[in-house]
């Protein structure tokens, strides 16, 4: 069974210094993407970032930025510079490679819940 | 334009009533899905269409009744909900049920339903 773990319920960080939240996951597929997702008080999940695990490069968006480790099966996220907006539920999630199919199931860890001090 | 949008935002209902939910896309999606997600919890999947097809249900109570009128609306039929149906339902979108366009899902802003 493919399942995404999350070790954090909470983690907290000083404005303006760096985090990284960790998740890790178990497949048995060498095709696949895994994702960040946001979650803040006003309810909408929003993308952080995508790794498609074909890839060896680890993605950046702006100030995120994972470290993937497909044989650790390691995906974490590191948030540089944080800010006030950047307080959210982190949800990691991982979805396998379909070719076409009907799946697009997206299988989500238990979420990280991320409090930005000022 | 990228946005799911999901009405009413509120909904609170009687045991006995009948209501739907609404979402709505006009990404030229062609996966759409229904999620549940209760406080502090991930959400998780209650039903997929695929090119207006339903292609998942995970054994979902027959008192959700999901309904693709055509690839950019989704709606959700309510009827005889227990209270621990209150929940937030979450709307996605994908640009296909496969993963084409990266597999991303696109959400919604969520409904929040109170049983009573």
């Known amino acids: 069974a493919q399942t995404v773990t999350q070790s954090q319920p909470e983690m907290s960080v000083q404005e303006a210094e760096t985090v990284t939240l960790s998740c890790t996951y178990d497949t048995s597929e060498s095709d696949y993407y895994l994702f960040w997702y946001k979650q803040p008080p006003s309810r909408q999940m929003i993308l952080v970032i995508r790794?498609?695990?074909?890839?060896?490069q680890n993605a950046t968006e702006n100030r995120f930025s994972v470290n993937f480790q497909k044989a650790a099966k390691s995906f974490s996220l590191k948030i540089s510079d944080s800010q006030l907006g950047d307080a959210a539920m982190y949800f990691c999630?991982?979805?396998?490679?379909?070719?076409?199919?009907?799946?697009?199931?997206?299988?989500f860890g238990k979420g990280t819940k991320l409090s930005v001090k000022p | 334009d990228t946005e799911v949008t999901q009405t009413p935002k509120h909904l609170v209902m009687g045991m006995t009533n009948k209501k739907s939910l609404k979402c709505e896309q006009h990404?030229?999606?062609?996966?759409m899905y229904w999620y549940k997600q209760k406080a502090k919890k991930p959400p998780e999947l209650m039903f997929v269409?695929?090119?207006?097809?339903?292609?998942i249900n995970e054994s979902v109570p027959s008192r959700f009744s999901p309904e693709c009128p055509n690839s950019s609306l989704l709606n959700l039929h309510l009827h005889a909900l227990q209270p621990e149906d209150s929940a937030l339902y979450l709307c996605?979108?994908?640009?296909?049920?496969?993963?084409?366009?990266?597999?991303?899902?696109?959400f919604g802003e969520g409904s929040r339903l109170t049983v009573l």
């Open positions: 996605a979108s994908s640009l296909d049920g496969g993963s084409r366009g990266g597999g991303e899902l696109f």
């Open positions: 790794q498609e695990a074909y890839k060896q």
């Open positions: 269409y695929s090119y207006e097809k339903l292609s």
């Open positions: 990404m030229g999606h062609r996966a």
């Open positions: 999630a991982y979805t396998p490679f379909n070719y076409g199919g009907s799946q697009g199931n997206l299988i």
